[in-house]
């Protein structure tokens, strides 16, 4: 068996991170989705609650990238290629919430879940007061999840509540584009050479799996499905 020491370092961080893995993708609302069961108020709460911390992710990045320490200079242009590439990425999802039949208006004034609320405010948290180069650990949790589930969960969701291409395009896209994407995130997080950013990002990482595993398991609250029958 290989020793884990020998493994590159994103091959340690999915090792070390198995449980908080398994924890998001075990969430109730990710299992019916995945069987084709997930109501259209609850995809539209989902898409919600996406929008609460999408639209953070540039903000983010641009917090991460001003406060890198010199020795991480190297970052810099990865940030701006990041910055780049979500630009946008909230609009994307309020035009899902419309063509899902929801209204946007309602997603954009109603207040983040409790649990998205958490999720940002430690990304912030971790930008701001932490060793900024952590926030890589929720790249790697919410690029992962990406892949693993987008896509599937887009076919199921499409294919129950029978709606138009352009009410999946959030999903479908990030199912796409994180292919490259977790290609390049991985050969960033292999250049982390040091055991303090190693140890910041793999900290980020396990905290973010339960922080977004919670955010799908509170779509199960029914505070949240009233919200989101309100927006169609």
């Known amino acids: 068996m290989q020793s884990i020491t020998s493994l590159k370092f994103h091959e340690q961080l999915a090792s070390r991170t198995a ?3 398994e924890y998001l993708t075990s969430a109730p609302i990710i299992r019916r989705a995945l069987a ?6 609850e995809y539209i709460a989902f898409l919600t609650q996406a ?8 903000p983010l990045m641009m917090a991460v990238g001003s406060r890198l320490p010199a020795r991480l200079d190297w970052l810099r ?3 701006i290629h990041y910055t780049e590439e979500e630009e946008g990425h909230d609009q994307w999802i309020l035009n899902d919430i419309a063509a899902a039949g929801g209204d946007p208006s309602v997603a954009q004034s109603s207040p983040p879940s409790t649990a998205t609320d958490a999720m940002v405010a430690y990304a912030y948290d971790t930008a701001m007061r932490r060793n900024p180069a952590g926030f890589f650990g929720m790249v790697f949790v919410l690029e992962g999840a990406s892949i693993a589930l987008a896509c599937n969960a887009a076919d199921r969701i ?3 509540l029978q709606v138009p291409n352009k009410a999946l395009t959030y999903l479908r896209s990030h199912g796409q584009l994180d292919q490259q994407h977790i290609q ?15 140890a910041a990002v793999e900290r980020c990482a396990q ?5 977004y595993g919670n955010v799908f398991r509170e779509l199960d609250e029914p505070s949240l499905a009233a919200t989101a029958g ?3």
């Not at 084709?36 to 108020?41: D, H, T």
């Not at 960033?188 to 190693?198: P, S």
């Not at 905290?207 to 922080?211: G, S, T």
């Open 77 to 79: 242009k990865e940030i």
């Open 184 to 198: 390049d995130l991985y050969a960033i997080l292999n250049r982390f050479d040091e055991d303090q950013d190693r």
């Open 230 to 232: 309100r927006a169609a």
């Open 19 to 21: 449980h908080g893995r």
């Open 36 to 41: 084709g069961q997930i109501q259209r108020e």
């Open 51 to 58: 929008f609460h911390h999408v639209r953070h992710t540039v």
């Open 207 to 211: 905290v973010m799996f339960r922080l």
């Open 158 to 160: 499409q294919a129950s």
